[in-house]
């Protein structure tokens, strides 16, 4: 849980929204009748959203952290997407970057910290019709790393920006979590070298503000599929970490036999981090960190979700061997 999902949660409890649980232990915005009613009152009493046209509540499939609402910006005659419950790091960033670079985020019309009076957080984006999509031959995978190196890139420009750090001890909790749930392969190994491995990785994959959540849900395309174009990102979670890491995030949430493509996500980060002039370990070492990272990535994710995955992943079987896989790959490395 952050700091942010923390406070929000803090405020439910002690009852300054009149008892109403609007977030829950983990700092998502729930959906029930009540909670949407609620929030619809405070979006169309907020001042600075006079500009936005018909608000009307939607369930969106990849935004489980906030409560959306679509509608239209006036002055500007566009389609937009509120979302609300958004922490001030992820408000910082969803301005940031397409003041920036317009190609890698959506436009973001205004943002806020407090709807009527109530510290909830806010941003206000253009509303785009399209997302990666599963029938681009695997093309969608490097349109996502492409889209996660340029955004390292422009955060190397932006000074004292908000974000979090990885440290040693939270991986080392990912890895213990997974092992306290019984996850396949023998995690004991990765555990024993925990240490030696967190020290290599560091060392030769330089640490840099990565988006923090690079996945297929977090991407979005000005065109609707099958037509493609440059991915542009949402739902910023920057975090300081050796860069390697956001590659294989998105590999260990898309880890499936029956899919083309997701196979190299390490490399094609590193061919694409070459392309913008950024560092990249050497070869022969580009191998042992990604498999390292890929290890301690599905360790994460089993100590979160445990065998059974989302169903939206992929078979319960799959899921297990995949991360059996890498899991037994890491400890398979030689010293």
């Known amino acids: 849980m952050t700091e942010y999902a923390r406070r929000l949660w803090a ?10 649980e609007i977030v829950d232990e983990f700092g998502r915005v729930r959906r029930t009748a009540e909670v949407v009613a609620y929030l619809h009152g405070l979006v169309r009493s907020e001042a600075s959203l006079a500009e936005l046209v018909g608000s ?10 906030g409560m959306y609402f679509t509608g239209r910006w006036a002055s500007s005659d566009v389609d937009v997407l509120l979302k609300v419950g958004v922490s001030e790091t992820q408000r910082f ?24 009076g109530v510290e909830l957080g806010w941003v206000v984006m253009e509303r785009l019709p399209g997302g990666l999509h599963d029938g681009w031959g695997g093309g969608e995978f490097g349109l996502l790393m492409d889209a996660g190196v340029r955004f390292q890139s422009l955060a190397r420009t932006i000074v004292d920006a908000p974000c979090s750090e990885l440290t040693a ?16 392969g023998p995690v004991d190994v990765v555990l024993e070298r925990f240490a030696d491995d967190w020290r290599f990785v560091n060392q030769v994959c330089e640490p840099e503000v990565c988006h923090g959540d690079l996945h297929m849900g977090n991407v ?10 440059p991915a542009l990102l ?14 294989a995030y998105a590999q260990v949430l898309n880890s499936d036999p029956a899919r083309v493509g997701w196979l190299d996500m390490v490399a094609q980060m590193a061919e694409r981090r070459r392309t913008h002039g950024l560092p990249v370990c050497a070869d022969e070492d580009l191998s042992r960190v990604g498999a390292i990272a890929l290890a301690w990535y599905a ?16 078979e319960a079987a799959v899921w297990r061997g995949q991360n059996r896989n890498y899991i037994a790959a890491s400890a398979a490395l030689t010293v």
């Open 169 to 184: 001890d939270v991986v080392h909790d990912w890895i213990t979590m997974g092992r306290e749930r019984n996850a396949p």
């Open 220 to 229: 979005l395309m000005r065109t609707p599929a099958p037509e493609v174009s």
């Open 56 to 65: 009307v509540p939607e369930a969106i499939p990849w935004g489980m952290s």
């Open 93 to 116: 960033w969803s301005k940031a970057v397409p003041d920036r670079d317009p190609g890698l985020a959506p436009r973001v019309f205004a943002v806020g910290d407090r709807l009527g």
């Open 11 to 20: 405020t439910c409890v002690e009852g300054d929204w009149l008892g109403m």
């Open 234 to 247: 949402i739902d910023f979670e920057p975090c300081r970490m050796p860069w390697v890491f956001d590659a």
């Open 299 to 314: 360790l994460r994710m089993w100590g979160m979700l445990g065998p059974t995955p989302d169903p939206e992943w992929r």
